[in-house]
């Protein structure tokens, strides 16, 4: 929705009103970017901004019904609707005129174009300006990508950089870099400048130019501690705490590592395939694909017993005062017995 949204704004057609939902914010902050392109602001300070939470629709409106100084349209940023979720009326700091602002969706402003910005992952589609703002606005979802979607993102990212990614290398990418599209992006844009604008981004390069995640490390010491490579697991795990990682949270990464690649395993068994595995179990395919061709994985019933293990060590770290580093260590120096 969101390319073919910008498209249209690409070739001049914008909108009188926009509604931007979801948790992605560089998906809210592009589709920005391409809105202030688009309408011949002067400026960003021509770009006029409310919080919703602190000011009452009716000042929009207003706003928005007001022509413009110097200027053939306004862009109008609203954030913060939350009076499209669930939340109690009690908690609200103002109260909005929503039959007001349904009277003014019918027959919007000709001279302003008004973005809804509500950054939830859900809204409540019971409530009757929802569905009326859903279905008289232009709706942008800001949802986390995932799978293929995610991968062919990284792919147009890196050609409008000017680069190339191979599917398989883009995975790998998330896998060091994580799935936020802000974070991607600013490591694609970082590594195009590193190949001059053009080239191919290679694992080599992504190696060389970008820091790993905690995520990725706790990747790494899993599979590590799996293959019953010892020394290699204490060493990452003292990476780890050198750079400021909490055991219990460590713990919690592990355990989420190997209950995914206890459903993997058991959708497996199924009859699943590769891509029907990634999308059930909500991960991107290369990482399913790794935990499938990887002939050291222990079996379903040892992974259940490490949970098992690492349930324990979890309620160790909670109720114990001292050396909390030391419990999940040796639990580390004891290796893996299959």
């Known amino acids: 929705m969101a390319n073919a949204t910008w498209k249209k704004i690409a070739a001049g057609t914008i909108d009188s009103v926009y509604l931007l939902t979801g948790l992605e914010q560089h998906i809210f902050d592009t589709t920005i970017e391409r809105l202030k392109k688009a309408i ?23 706003e928005a019904d007001t022509l413009p ?18 939340q109690d009326k009690g908690k609200e700091k103002v109260t909005h005129n929503l039959d007001m602002l349904e009277t003014w ?20 589609g019971r409530k009757k300006i929802t569905k009326i703002m859903q279905k008289m606005t232009t709706v942008i979802e800001g949802n986390r990508l995932q799978g293929k979607d995610l991968t062919t993102w990284i792919q147009q990212e890196a050609n409008s950089n000017g680069t190339q990614i191979t599917p398989e290398v883009a995975g ?18 970082k590594m195009a400048m590193y190949l001059g ?17 905690p995520e990725m490390d706790v990747f790494r010491l899993t599979d590590a501690y799996l293959a019953g490579k010892v020394s290699e697991t ?26 995914l690649m206890v459903h993997v395993q058991s959708l497996r068994k199924k009859g699943y395939q590769q891509h029907q595995i990634a999308k059930t179990v909500k991960v991107h ?15 379903e019933k040892r992974l259940l017993d490490i949970l098992n293990n690492l349930a324990t060590i979890d309620y160790k770290l909670k109720s114990t005062s001292g050396k909390r580093e030391r419990i999940l260590e040796l639990f580390f120096m004891q290796g893996i017995r299959k």
């Open 40 to 62: 011949p602001v002067i400026d960003d300070t021509s770009v006029i901004r409310f919080d919703l939470e602190e000011t009452p629709i009716e000042t929009v409106l207003e």
């Open 69 to 86: 100084f110097l200027e053939d349209r306004k862009l109008i940023l609203a954030g913060n609707a939350s009076f499209l979720t669930a």
């Open 105 to 124: 969706l019918a027959n919007p402003s000709p001279t302003a174009t008004v973005v809804f910005i509500a950054p939830y992952e859900k809204l409540d």
């Open 172 to 189: 790998q990418l998330i896998d060091v870099a994580g799935d936020s599209l802000l974070s991607l992006a600013t490591e694609i844009q």
């Open 197 to 213: 604008g053009e080239g191919e981004i290679t694992l080599e390069v992504i190696e060389m130019l970008v820091p790993r995640t």
């Open 234 to 259: 204490v060493s990452i795990y003292h990476d780890l705490l050198r750079n400021g990682e909490e055991p219990i949270m460590l713990t919690s990464l592990i355990s989420g590592q190997i209950r």
């Open 285 to 299: 395919p290369y990482r399913v694909k790794l935990m499938m061709e990887n002939r050291m994985m222990p079996s």
